[in-house]
């Protein structure tokens, strides 16, 4: 195996080492632990009261237009990352392209702005 | 770590897995460790006019066992209408986005786990694993409290993800690479106007960048004023309301940790990380560092992660909570066009130098 790809293994071993040392630490838990469940401990606490509905209860997403707009200007920094990179080999060329780049993101930004889409409802 | 070639050892690779993830382990548990007990435990008493813990030890210093052995002992509840496998899995998820996260910190010239060309863009894409695990802690509790939490938690990373990735590029543009180790070689080997004394730390010249990534860390670590998911006034503990006994005590190391990882990759951007600037010693490149770095190396990054860390949590302890709606006009309408503007600026002085 490449070099390169076993330092992505390392990355795969710590994933793994997390779950590992969570699973030890509950399960020394669980052996010191009481269990005696009723039926009161078990449902869901809303300050003392009983539950009214479902715990799903309906509730408005907000954020769905920043989801959007999230994901543009997430892609956004994919493109960018490149460039940062090897700015000093572009220059002055590199410079203006990502002017442009940036300046039609930044109209982006501006006309969903005036639409009003930034505000928290 | 490549520490191992160093010594001049020859370790199966299985070993030197075991190795990293053990140094892994350390490296995760150690400042967060630290960080409850300097900053939580006794930082927060001394700015709230008490004394904090003082019973277990010496001033209180083996609380944190004592709490840990606490937990290990409390009642494993779960909602019955709970989702049990997902509620279950998402503490674990939580620290698991922590635990691969350090898997890309540089600690000294050799120590390191991983050295990927693109570390830093790595260290984004993994931060945000965290809020998988948040959303669906919410999502599984079957809880309105923790669903609003939730909710809120993924609205408020997604708000703030986007100013501290713009902030980390233009420190890529001016170290022109997103290796971790090549971040910080350019710092301490750099030079300010041809002075090198203190070598070229990028919270001098990116002055701007270390203030906006600084406000996202906040954000994203849920750390008051940006305490929204989790605050206790409105949603009783947010995405955690129905954790209890250790699954709670997850979901807390993995907060401070992480506050404590990110606090590293702030350094490393912005202070210089493991470097001492090289002039001092007469060095110029990764190779003529000397090979006591690789033990005094980790010890001035912890050291400024504790610096770090020290901000974070005096704006925690001093700043009442934001409203939702300020919080995400704050974003979208302050940091992000700021950190598109300094991007543009940045690399017009680099390419005019």
Known sequence: MSQFLRSYLTVVWFGLAAFLIASLLLGLSALLRPNRPTREKLIAYESGVDPVGEGWSQSQIRYYVFALLFVIFDVEAVFIFPWATQLERYAGFGLVEMGVFVAVLLLGLVYAWRKGVLRWI | ?353
């Not at chain 2, 730390?201 to 849920?222: D, N, R, S």
């Not at chain 2, 860390?309 to 919080?327: A, G, H, K, N, T």
């Open chain 2, 1 to 353: 770590m490549s520490m191992v070639s160093v010594l001049a050892v020859d370790l199966p690779y299985w070993a030197q897995s075991l190795l990293r993830v053990l140094g892994g382990l350390v490296a995760v548990l150690l400042p967060a460790g630290t960080i409850v007990y300097v900053f939580l435990f006794k930082m927060m008493s001394f700015m709230q006019s008490r004394l904090g813990p003082m019973e277990a030890g010496p001033y209180g210093s083996m609380q944190l066992f004592a709490e840990v052995g606490k937990w290990l002992q409390k009642e494993d509840i779960y909602p019955e209408r709970a989702d049990k496998f997902i509620f279950k899995l998402a503490p674990l998820i939580v620290l698991a986005s922590t635990f691969l996260l350090v898997a890309v910190v540089p600690f000294g010239p050799d120590a390191w786990f991983t050295n990927f060309e693109a570390g830093i863009f790595y260290a984004l894409a993994v931060s945000s694993v965290s809020v998988l695990g948040i959303l669906i802690a919410g999502w599984a509790s079957a809880n309105k409290y923790s669903l609003l939490g939730g909710l809120r938690a993924a609205g408020q990373l997604i708000a703030y993800e986007l100013p501290m990735v713009l902030a980390v590029i233009g420190v890529v543009i001016q170290a022109g690479s997103m290796n971790l180790q090549d971040i910080v070689l350019a710092q301490n080997a750099g030079s300010i106007f041809g002075w090198d004394g203190l070598g070229n730390p990028y919270v001098l010249t990116q002055f701007v960048g270390f203030i906006i990534f600084m406000i996202a860390v906040q954000a994203e670590l849920t750390q008051a004023p940006f305490d929204m998911p989790i605050a206790e006034s409105e949603l009783v503990s947010g995405y955690m309301t129905e954790y209890s006994g250790f699954r709670f005590l997850i979901f807390f190391i993995g907060e401070f940790a992480t506050a404590g990882v990110f606090a590293m990759i702030a350094s490393i951007l912005f202070l210089g990380g493991w470097g001492v600037p090289f002039a001092w010693f007469g060095w110029t490149d990764m190779d003529s560092v000397d090979n006591w770095m690789n033990i005094v190396g980790p010890l001035i990054l912890f050291t400024k992660m504790m610096l770090v860390v020290f901000v974070v949590m005096w704006v925690r302890f001093s700043y009442p909570r934001f409203r939702e709606d300020q919080l995400q006009r704050f974003a979208w309408k302050v940091l992000i066009p700021i950190s598109l503007v300094n991007i543009m600026v940045t690399a017009i002085l680099k390419v005019a130098f």
